[in-house]
C-alpha cells in the first residue's frame, strides 16, 4: 500500500485546514489509519486515527474538538479536517494504515504498517 499525504501549508492561528491521504489500493477500506504529526525535537504521536470500518475514532486530547478524522472508502481517501488551528499544532503530519488483519486503531507508531510521505503544518501566532 502506498500512501499519499497532501494539504499541508502556512496558516494563520485560528484558521482552518483540512489534509488528505490517498492509499494505492482498493482494499483500503480493511485497514485501520491513523494521522501522526511530529514537531522539530519530539516523538511522531498520534493525532487521530479511525478504525477500518469508520465507525471507530481516536483524538488526542490536544486536538479533540478542533480536528475531524474521516474516510470515503469510494476515493479511497481519508481526511483530517483541522479548524482552530493553534501554533502549536506546526509539524509534520503523516499518515498511516495499519496491516489489513488488524481492523481496529493502534496508539502507537510501531502498530502502523505503511506510511505516508508526510505534509509540514505550519501555523502562525
Known amino acids: 500500500v502506498q500512501l499519499q499525504a497532501s494539504g499541508g501549508g502556512l496558516v494563520q492561528a485560528g484558521g482552518s485546514l483540512r489534509l488528505s491521504c490517498v492509499a494505492s489500493?482498493?482494499?483500503?477500506?480493511?485497514?485501520?489509519m491513523g494521522w501522526f504529526r511530529q514537531a522539530p525535537g519530539k516523538e511522531r504521536a498520534l493525532v487521530a486515527a479511525?478504525?477500518?470500518?469508520?465507525?471507530?475514532?481516536y483524538y488526542a486530547d490536544s486536538v479533540k474538538g478542533r480536528f475531524t478524522i474521516s474516510r470515503d472508502s469510494a476515493k479511497n481517501t481519508i481526511n483530517l479536517q483541522m479548524n482552530a488551528l493553534k501554533p502549536e499544532d506546526t509539524a509534520i503530519y503523516y499518515c498511516?494504515?495499519?496491516?489489513?488483519?488488524?481492523?481496529?486503531?493502534?496508539?502507537?507508531?510501531?502498530?502502523?504498517?505503511?506510511w505516508g510521505q508526510g505534509t509540514q503544518l505550519t501555523v502562525s501566532s
Open positions: 498511516a494504515a495499519r496491516d489489513f488483519r488488524a481492523p481496529s486503531y493502534g496508539l502507537e507508531a510501531s502498530q502502523y504498517t505503511y
Open positions: 479511525v478504525s477500518a470500518s469508520g465507525s471507530d475514532t
Open positions: 489500493r482498493r482494499t483500503f477500506r480493511s485497514f485501520a
